[in-house]
């Protein structure tokens, strides 16, 4: 059962929390041209209303800086109690877009994207901020702002300057100090305040109402268009939500071990009831905020209650301490969001892009919200990253090459009418009537490619040669000849190749019964070379100087367990470690062996991976012998050394109730003994810190023999679940007619 709260964790966490919202939301507020008062009530709706419904644990919502031009703009069209109206249908469609469950498709939008529009927001906000510290007005466009700096700059030397770049210094110099309990946003927001009470400056402050909601108005309908309210609608739902998604999948990659993940879905209805109660309210649009949620986790917090807690210490704060926030400039509030915008120019996002030729995309649209504004910027990088992918997904690549008086043709990719030219090229550079073989290392064909690569074979072989497909695709090749219908899994064609050798159903591994064992092997090898290695080798050629995978798969002896079988994973994907009883010996064992955790410093050090696996078996006979108590390995001292690293996890099988009563006492320690390695793992205090700063995934896995299912470990309910099996889309109509005609 999931704690509501802890609270050793939870309450420290939620006052961290609570002081970085504080001067962000009055700030968001100023930048928006919303009242002041509307930042702080967005700051405890998000952290109560949203809190508590939503679906990311440790996830704090609030005002979200990369929401300010949009409500800057709805504020300056229709007025602010329309606004607070839009706000409200933009939480309904947000709660109906949860419903339908399409939270994971938001994701979908390119990352250049997503980043690029919150790099354009961030120099919006930042060109428009810096006229309020500079003492002067921003103008109503980001270009106006930028074409006006320099005449504010010359013009412009008051108080508020003083203020302004007095905040920045402290912001920055806080962020380099040893001590950084108290966050820098507000020790530079209250210093600054501080000097400017302390000095008399004549500068303008915030001001709120004679109480937090003494200048709440029922929201009103805008009066415009239909189709201009329903795209303000549309933008606060989906640039909201979208943000939300991603701060939540990015808090799912720092949360600590024992917290779930999120449910996305949830939390898509957490963020439009969050909107619909602030909009109400009178308070801004909501959002899941990277800043505060970051700040959440590294403060400890463990549940939920740390993200509600903070919104009533906000709550507190705004009906007893009114006259202490109206001191503050207003100058040192837009120094802050200047520092905000910046760092929304994050350029660590252009490392990811970079290798996949995504920057430009990033740049473009980023010019395309400073010039065009928000939704034309979007649209436009949107546009992009179709076409981009448009060209990716019908982009072709076909090799030649001449070996042993053989033309071996090679053709990936996705074979479109768009890539026939390129084939034609390749083809007919192939002297007529030599033997070629064709590989058809495809995802996709049409019938365009295909006619031409069947009119060409036809030609060719008229002409003395011959043309032989790979294995694999022979038979589907036969059938689109034929104009019959493709077998569904064109990649089996009958070969079985994940089968013993004594079960094969044809190859050179039959008919040699009294074989020995090494020549079985070799035919096996021989095998491979005939059938497999031809269709690998531009595989293999690409990873030959250097593997990169992201996962380290930790696995038994056991002959019956192939990882890459049941992860169907290829060369390259993952690091695999196996030794007897998938162990990991612990920090400071009494018994010492490095191997293990050589393999995992290797992975983690130097191939950066991802993911760490533990992958235990059922019937595993190094767990038959702990549970014997030792007795049938005792004459194998060797390995009775090593299994002495299994005695945690027999500890942790005695004292743990039994959860599933039909399971065996085997079965249950091999399942003890992958939980139990993981924890052996978290011994390491390296690699603890990598896990709880999100940079390491731990992972439990579980193989049932018997049934050739894979189970995964739950720690929120701390059992194995099974993984559900991909259905092809025709196999599920298909279940679903039987059992609508049942």
Not at 95 to 121: E, Q, Y
Not at 281 to 297: E, F, H, K, M, Y
Not at 567 to 594: C, E, K, Q, Y
Request: hydrophobic share 50%.
């Amino acid at each position: 059962m999931t704690r509501f709260i802890a609270p050793g964790r939870d309450i420290p966490a939620s006052f961290v929390v609570f002081l970085v919202a504080i001067p962000l939301s009055l700030g968001i507020a100023v930048a928006s041209g919303a009242p002041v008062a509307a930042g702080l009530i967005a700051a405890i709706v998000g952290g109560i209303v949203a809190g508590l419904t939503g679906g990311s644990p440790l996830q704090v919502s609030g005002p979200a800086a990369g929401l300010t031009v949009i409500v800057a703009s709805m504020v300056q069209t229709y007025g602010w109690q329309a606004t607070c109206a839009i706000t409200m249908c933009a939480g309904l469609l947000q709660i109906g877009l949860g419903a339908c469950r399409v939270a994971r498709t938001a994701l979908a939008v390119s990352p250049a994207v997503v980043h690029g529009m919150l790099a354009g927001i961030g120099v919006v906000l930042v060109l428009s901020q810096l006229h309020i510290v500079l003492g002067g007005s921003p103008q109503h466009s980001a270009m106006a702002n930028l074409v006006e700096l320099p005449q504010q700059i010359v013009r412009n030397h008051s108080a508020a300057v003083m203020v302004g770049v007095l905040t920045v210094v402290v912001l920055l110099a806080w962020e380099r100090l040893p001590f950084r309990r108290i966050p820098a946003p507000l020790v530079a927001v209250a210093f600054a305040t501080l000097i400017a009470w302390a000095g008399g400056l004549d500068v303008p402050r915030v001001d709120l109402p004679e109480s937090l909601f003494g200048g709440w108005g029922l929201p009103k309908a805008p009066d415009a268009a239909l189709p201009d309210l329903v795209g303000a609608v549309v933008s606060v739902a989906l640039v909201a939500g979208v943000e939300s998604l991603l701060c939540a999948v990015a808090v799912d990659r720092m949360r600590p071990v024992g917290v779930p993940r999120s449910d996305l879905d949830r939390e898509l209805m957490g963020q439009g009831a969050g909107n619909f109660v602030s909009g109400f309210l009178g308070g801004l649009p909501v959002a899941g905020v990277i800043v505060r949620s970051t700040a959440n986790v590294r403060a400890g917090a463990l549940t939920r209650a740390s993200t509600v807690l903070h919104g009533v210490w906000v709550l507190v704060l705004a009906l007893s301490c009114a006259a202490l926030i109206e001191q503050i400039p207003l100058a040192a509030l837009a120094a802050l969001l200047v520092a905000l915008g910046l760092r929304m120019l994050d350029r660590s996002h252009l490392k990811g892009l970079r290798p996949h030729r995504e920057t430009w995309i990033y740049w473009i649209t980023m010019a395309g919200v400073v010039v065009l504004g928000l939704g034309e910027g979007v649209l436009l990088g949107i546009a992009l990253a179709a076409c981009l992918a448009l060209r990716r997904l019908t982009r072709v690549r076909v090799r030649t090459e001449q070996r042993d008086g053989r033309w071996h043709v090679v053709v990936a990719g996705s074979l479109t009418f768009l890539g026939v030219p390129r084939l034609n090229t390749a083809l007919a550079a192939i002297p007529p009537g030599v033997p070629v073989d064709l590989d058809l290392d495809v995802d996709f064909m049409d019938n365009a490619a295909f006619d031409t690569i069947h009119t060409w074979r036809v030609s060719h072989e008229r002409q003395g040669g011959k043309v032989d497909i790979d294995e694999i695709h022979e038979s589907w090749y036969e059938n689109a000849m034929t104009g019959e219908a493709a077998p569904k899994d064109k990649s089996s064609g009958g070969v079985r190749w994940w089968a013993p050798w004594s079960r094969r159903e044809r190859g050179p591994v039959q008919d040699l019964d009294g074989a020995s064992p090494r020549e079985v092997l070799l035919a096996g090898v021989r095998e491979y070379h005939g059938r497999t290695a031809r269709l690998v080798r531009p595989i293999m050629a690409e990873l030959a100087m250097a593997q990169t995978p992201d996962h380290l798969f930790i696995t038994c002896v056991d002959s019956r367990v192939v990882p890459n079988l049941i992860t169907a994973s290829g060369p390259g994907d993952i690091f695999i470690n196996r030794n007897v009883g998938n162990l990991v010996p612990r920090n400071g064992s009494r018994v010492p062996d490095d191997s293990v955790m050589a393999t995992v410093e290797y992975a983690t050090s130097v191939l950066d991976v991802k993911t760490i696996t533990v992958c235990g078996h059922s019937n595993c006979g190094a767990m038959a012998g702990v549970l014997a108590g030792g007795s049938e390995v005792e004459h194998l001292p060797q390995l009775s050394n090593w299994l002495k690293h299994a005695n945690y996890s027999l500890d942790r099988f005695l004292h743990e109730p039994e959860g599933d009563h039909t399971a065996s006492p085997l079965t249950r320690l091999c399942q003890a003994n992958v939980v139990q390695q993981l924890d052996n793992l978290l011994s390491y205090p390296w690699l603890r810190r990598r896990v709880d700063l999100g940079e390491i995934e731990l992972v439990g896995m579980y193989l049932d023999l018997a049934t050739a299912k894979v189970h995964i470990y739950d720690a929120e309910s701390g059992g194995f679940l099974a993984v559900p099996e991909e259905v092809p889309a025709e196999e599920d109509d298909g279940r679903r007619g039987a059992a609508a005609n049942a």
